[in-house]
């Protein structure tokens, strides 16, 4: 059973950046890693993704604001987020995907954007 942990959420204000960051727990690499964000009432909604090569793939809302970036020797995977708004506010979920089609989800970390 891979473990999955994130980390770096928390309160800022608007224009501000925060960097979360995720780990998956094994040996093994990750095919895929990605961050998901979820608001009361809503789907959860894809943020970034990155697959082990590198590859990447970012929501329209991202605008050039988030960059994703991984370790593979770690199976850590990091959200940069800058100039952060208000609508950025949610819960963030990180997503490991093993090459084998297993998914496993984190518990979820906050982030609140607010003056």
């Known amino acids: 059973q891979v473990q999955v942990v994130e980390s770096g959420g928390g309160l800022v204000q608007p224009g501000q950046s925060l960097r979360l960051s995720c780990t998956a727990s094994g040996s093994t690499v990750m095919y895929l890693m990605g961050w998901f964000r979820q608001t009361a009432g809503k789907q959860r909604e894809l943020v970034a993704t990155?697959?082990?090569?590198?590859?990447?793939n970012y929501a329209d809302f991202v605008k050039g604001r988030f960059s994703i970036s991984r370790e593979n020797a770690k199976n850590t995977v990091y959200l940069q987020m800058n100039n952060l708004e208000p609508e950025d506010t949610a819960v963030y979920y990180c997503?490991?995907?093993?090459?084998?089609?297993?998914?496993?989800w984190g518990q979820g970390t906050q982030v609140t954007v607010s003056s």
């Open positions: 990155i697959k082990s090569g590198g590859t990447t």
């Open positions: 997503k490991a995907s093993t090459w084998l089609g297993g998914n496993y």
